[in-house]
């Protein structure tokens, strides 16, 4: 089974908020990875972390790898429309990618 | 665009039917993935390719899935004897030595 406790499990806020998802693992992974899908598409990478500590940014995006290895957060400035969908935080190990369960995220009007 | 293809994109079948989907990777992607999403649900590993050897395989791959990539370009990922358990939507991806790019995935709904 699935080995990452992604949260919250969704969101509701208005267009223009900032965004925190966090993701915890009971175990240690070498690469963290942040995806977005949406509805009928495969998963989109949006940010790879690949050293305890980092902290990467992608436009509105930023993501940090936990010090420990076992945890990664993604934030998202500004909020806009086409930012609905689902955030999913998977931890790398080897070639196999484990996922969480996935943040959906919804903008209200 | 020359992104990762499956095909069909929906499926439904009856319970107890054979059913294949298809996978045709970034060209000169020399490793390829399958994975398994239900719904609420991220995707889950079930198999992986380098070339044509398949290097592992999830324990959620029971007896009546069969994966092949017979000549390390395209995969198929053949499911016999299909269950209602069974649906779900099934996700290629492909990789050279780095990231993963997703297809858009084929929905197989059993009744």
């Known amino acids: 089974g699935q080995q990452l406790n992604q949260s919250p499990q969704s969101m509701f806020i208005q267009e223009g908020e900032d965004v925190s998802m966090n993701c915890t693992s009971s175990?240690?992974?070498?690469?963290w990875l942040w995806y977005k899908q949406d509805p009928g598409e495969g998963p989109v990478l949006l940010i790879a972390?690949?050293?305890?500590?980092e902290l990467t940014s992608n436009g509105r995006l930023t993501a940090q790898f936990g010090i420990t290895r076992k945890d990664s957060f993604l934030n998202i400035s500004a909020s806009i429309p086409s930012d609905v969908g689902i955030y999913f935080c998977?931890?790398?190990?080897?070639?196999?990618?484990?996922f969480g369960k996935g943040t959906r995220l919804h903008i209200l009007p | 665009d020359t992104g990762v293809s499956q095909d069909p994109r929906h499926k439904i079948t009856k319970r107890g039917q054979n059913v294949t989907f298809r996978c045709d990777p970034i060209?000169?992607?020399?490793?390829l993935y399958w994975y398994r999403q239900t719904l609420g649900q991220g995707p889950e590993f079930l198999t992986y390719?380098?070339?044509?050897?398949?290097?592992?395989k999830s324990r959620l791959l029971s007896d009546r899935f069969s994966a092949e990539r017979p000549k390390g370009s395209f995969s198929t990922l053949e499911i016999q004897r299909t269950e209602q358990g069974d649906s779900a939507m099934y996700l290629c991806?492909?990789?050279?030595?780095?990231?993963?790019?997703f297809g858009p995935g084929t929905r197989l709904t059993v009744l």
């Open positions: 991806a492909s990789s050279q030595a780095g990231e993963q790019f």
């Open positions: 175990s240690i992974f070498n690469t």
């Open positions: 972390l690949y050293k305890a500590g």
């Open positions: 998977a931890g790398q190990r080897d070639d196999k990618i484990i």
């Open positions: 060209s000169e992607h020399n490793r």
């Open positions: 390719f380098q070339n044509e050897a398949q290097l592992e």
